[in-house]
């Protein structure tokens, strides 16, 4: 949406639970306090983050939109409910077991890059799915 990405000052690289979520953007916060959205690369660190920005005193969605990745339960559970992407989780483990075996068998080590479906659960943690961007908007990314 033509919205400039700052990875500098947007981007908190972080590791995959609720505490490391919630010091990630605690972090983030303390640099960029101004952002609007952030997504983070999995529902467990967004969960850590969604205590994180009430912390700091913002509301999800009225002030951050968040949004996390993997669709697990208890997304659906917090309070706001947690806008997520959520991928066939069987299909990718059957692709990932299917690129092993054959690079096992083969003996050659292959990058490989597959694309499997995914579906935008929306829910309550972002406040509008717009199709444009306001000017001006700084999102955060978390991983």
Do not use: W
Not at 79 to 99: C, E, F, H, N, S
């Amino acid at each position: 949406h033509g919205a400039a990405f700052d990875a500098e000052r947007c981007y908190e690289p972080c590791r995959f639970s609720m505490g490391e979520g919630y010091q990630a953007a605690m972090r983030l916060l303390e640099r960029a306090d101004d952002l609007t959205a952030i997504f983070a690369f999995g529902d467990v660190i967004a969960l850590g983050a969604l205590r994180a920005i009430s912390d700091r005193g913002f509301r999800v969605p009225v002030d951050i939109s968040l949004v996390g990745f993997d669709g697990v339960d208890v997304s659906q559970y917090c309070v706001p409910r947690l806008t997520t992407v959520r991928q066939d989780t069987g299909l990718l483990a059957r692709k990932g077991v299917g690129a092993l075996l054959a690079a096992a068998c083969d003996g050659e080590r292959a990058d490989v890059h597959e694309v499997v479906p995914f579906r935008l659960l929306r829910r309550e943690s972002v406040l509008s799915l717009a199709p444009a961007a306001p000017r001006g908007v700084r999102q955060g990314v978390m991983s």
